[in-house]
């Protein structure tokens, strides 16, 4: 079954404890992406990858890490979490044409909370 | 101001009525329209999309692009409670690079 897969769906975890949220996709796909999802402020893309040792910042990359060793795997590393990193992840990919005529295949998202 | 903007709801209506969902949006450079549906503890999954303006249907989906407005819809007729998800709009210059709604949910009353 084609599909993107995150662990853990939930991580409750204390300010400055350096967490990794790991994500898989088994469909062969270039371009992945994370995304934190909050109430009133919806999708906010963190940090996205072309392919293979290619990575960008989205519009609120503080506080987090990514890397593409795999073109498989896409990580996410946040090497000191803070309260306000407490949120909804979700990483996605899509095929090498492109988000705009592909469409993004989400995981089931992470629940993270940062006390 | 927002580049997308939504209304967050949340809307509930009865089974078998017709919802329309909106988005509006301040780049006229976006170009390619989606609409998302993200059901309770799931990621969203791509619904519909379009290019331009216009309308297109899918079964009881139709969505509609009006660029000069800079205004998008998203119509469900014979509304089902498995309609019951909250509904993303995403739109994109082509850049890769989405932009989403802050997403409107959507309750249908049986």
């Known amino acids: 079954e084609a599909q993107v897969t995150q662990n853990p769906r939930y991580l409750i975890t204390v300010t400055g404890k350096k967490l990794t949220v790991t994500c898989s996709q088994n469909?062969?796909?270039?371009?992945m992406s994370w995304y934190r999802q909050d109430p009133g402020l919806g999708l906010r893309q963190i940090y996205y990858s072309m392919n293979v040792e290619v990575t960008d910042k989205g519009d609120v990359p503080e506080g987090y890490k990514v890397s593409r060793k795999e073109k498989r795997n896409f990580p996410l590393i946040l090497e000191s979490p803070s309260p306000n990193q407490t949120s909804l992840y979700f990483c996605a990919s899509s095929s090498p044409t492109g988000t705009y005529n592909s469409p993004l295949h989400f995981g089931n998202g992470t629940r993270l909370t940062v006390t | 101001q927002k580049e997308v903007e939504q209304d967050p709801g949340p809307l509930s209506v009865p089974e078998g009525a017709i919802v329309s969902l909106n988005c509006t949006y301040s780049n006229s450079a976006f170009q390619y329209f989606m609409w998302y549906r993200q059901y309770s503890r799931k990621g969203p999954e791509l619904l519909m999309y379009?290019?331009?303006?216009g309308n297109k249907e899918d079964g009881r989906f139709t969505a509609q692009v009006d660029k000069s407005s800079k205004y998008i819809s998203l119509f469900i007729r014979d509304s089902q409670p498995s309609d019951s998800a909250t509904y993303l709009c995403?739109?994109?210059?082509?850049?890769?690079?989405?932009?989403f709604g802050t997403g409107t949910r959507l309750t249908i009353i049986p």
């Open positions: 995403a739109m994109t210059t082509g850049n890769e690079k989405l932009t």
């Open positions: 379009t290019y331009s303006s």
């Open positions: 469909m062969n796909h270039e371009y």
